[in-house]
């Protein structure tokens, strides 16, 4: 019998013993085929313990010789780079705080009163424009996004700020703050100027209310003009404001532009005033403590609703 005869038969015999073996364990009860699979895991287990020790070790020395081919200078750009993903981060987090603060704003600004019918843009302050004559900021919106010479723009008064230290935060007149109106000057697609409130070209109509610790209710017209700025600080007057209201320190300075604005919303807060000598009828209304504090705006709302001037002639 040859050598290839033999191994045919022995290869056969294996088959055999193999597919009887399997029927065996078919036709054999529950119990037994239990009994020899944990007679096999238990024989199995001291080569596959013998398999894991000694791929362990192989793996650690494999990796450690992958990290001894990085020179100094690899493992330091990579330091570099982790530092670098982890000043990334921060920054995106803080862009999403960002943009939640702006979401919880506009929320805040349809909630109140008459603002929901109102079409604005956001804008961001990109730098101030100012100058001896002139109070202006700049932003990075402009007619691309229908902004308009002579729009009011608005904003959110801060929660620290006086105004709202001892007065209650949901009265509307003071949780928002008028900063100025879009001028004609630097207007582009993507660029705009606020003229501020303090400019000394800024002229429009306003109401003095009395303040909320006052039981008097009356409604004084008149006129702000800016001053400009002193001791760093925004300076604007009141005008042909009539002696015969009780005008006191305290009182609030509202913008009234009824075809713009559908509430009055505050300027100021009058520190003190006195008597206009020239006229005698009139008070002198000179010391307004702003409701903003311009240098501090990152962003404003631009009012877009069509609109007419509200602005009277000087003369």
């Given at each position: 019998?040859?050598?290839?005869?033999?191994?045919?038969?022995?290869?056969?015999?294996?088959?055999?013993?193999?597919?009887?073996?399997?029927?065996?364990?078919?036709?054999?009860?529950?119990?037994?085929?239990?009994?020899?699979?944990?007679?096999?895991?238990?024989?199995?287990s001291?080569?596959?313990?013998?398999?894991?020790?000694?791929?362990?070790?192989?793996?650690?020395?494999?990796?450690?010789?992958?990290?001894?081919?990085?020179?100094?200078?690899?493992?330091q750009?990579?330091?570099?780079?982790?530092v670098?993903?982890?000043?990334?981060?921060?920054?995106?987090?803080?862009?999403?705080?960002?943009?939640?603060?702006?979401?919880?704003?506009?929320?805040?600004?349809?909630?109140?009163?008459?603002?929901?019918?109102?079409?604005?843009?956001?804008?961001?302050v990109?730098?101030?424009?100012s100058?001896s004559?002139?109070?202006?900021?700049?932003?990075?919106?402009?007619?691309?996004?229908?902004?308009?010479?002579?729009?009011?723009?608005?904003?959110?008064?801060?929660?620290?700020?006086?105004?709202?230290?001892?007065?209650?935060?949901?009265?509307q007149?003071?949780?928002?703050?008028?900063?100025?109106?879009?001028?004609q000057?630097?207007l582009?697609?993507?660029?705009?100027?606020?003229?501020?409130?303090?400019?000394?070209?800024?002229?429009?109509?306003?109401?003095?209310?009395?303040?909320?610790?006052?039981?008097?209710n009356?409604?004084a017209?008149?006129?702000?003009?800016?001053?400009g700025?002193?001791?760093?600080?925004?300076?604007?007057?009141?005008?042909?404001?009539?002696?015969?209201?009780?005008?006191?320190?305290?009182?609030?300075?509202?913008?009234?532009?009824?075809?713009?604005?559908?509430?009055?919303?505050?300027?100021?807060?009058?520190?003190?005033?006195?008597?206009d000598?020239?006229?005698?009828?009139?008070?002198?209304?000179?010391?307004?403590?702003?409701?903003?504090?311009?240098?501090?705006?990152q962003?404003?709302?631009?009012?877009?609703?069509?609109?007419?001037?509200?602005?009277?002639?000087?003369?």
């Amino acid at each position: 019998m040859s050598w290839q005869h033999h191994r045919k038969l022995t290869t056969r015999q294996i088959f055999t013993l193999l597919m009887a073996g399997t029927i065996f364990c078919l036709i054999m009860p529950h119990r037994m085929t239990a009994r020899f699979d944990s007679f096999g895991a238990q024989a199995i287990s001291p080569f596959t313990k013998f398999l894991r020790n000694v791929a362990l070790p192989a793996r650690q020395t494999l990796r450690q010789q992958g990290l001894s081919t990085l020179s100094l200078k690899d493992i330091q750009n990579l330091q570099q780079e982790y530092v670098s993903l982890k000043y990334q981060n921060v920054n995106l987090q803080q862009a999403l705080n960002q943009k939640n603060n702006q979401i919880d704003q506009l929320t805040h600004l349809k909630q109140i009163h008459g603002m929901d019918r109102l079409h604005y843009v956001m804008a961001r302050v990109t730098g101030s424009d100012s100058d001896s004559k002139h109070q202006s900021l700049k932003l990075d919106q402009g007619t691309h996004q229908f902004i308009q010479p002579g729009q009011l723009v608005i904003c959110h008064t801060p929660p620290q700020s006086p105004l709202t230290a001892d007065r209650n935060t949901n009265n509307q007149i003071y949780s928002m703050a008028v900063v100025g109106r879009i001028s004609q000057e630097n207007l582009g697609p993507r660029t705009s100027c606020i003229q501020l409130l303090n400019d000394p070209g800024f002229y429009m109509p306003v109401v003095i209310v009395p303040g909320p610790n006052r039981n008097e209710n009356f409604t004084a017209q008149g006129f702000l003009q800016g001053r400009g700025l002193k001791e760093m600080t925004a300076q604007f007057e009141v005008k042909r404001v009539p002696s015969t209201y009780n005008i006191e320190p305290g009182d609030a300075v509202l913008i009234h532009a009824p075809n713009i604005l559908p509430i009055d919303m505050v300027a100021g807060i009058i520190k003190d005033r006195t008597y206009d000598e020239k006229t005698a009828i009139e008070w002198k209304i000179q010391n307004i403590q702003p409701a903003l504090n311009f240098n501090d705006l990152q962003e404003v709302y631009v009012i877009v609703n069509p609109q007419t001037s509200d602005s009277p002639n000087k003369n």
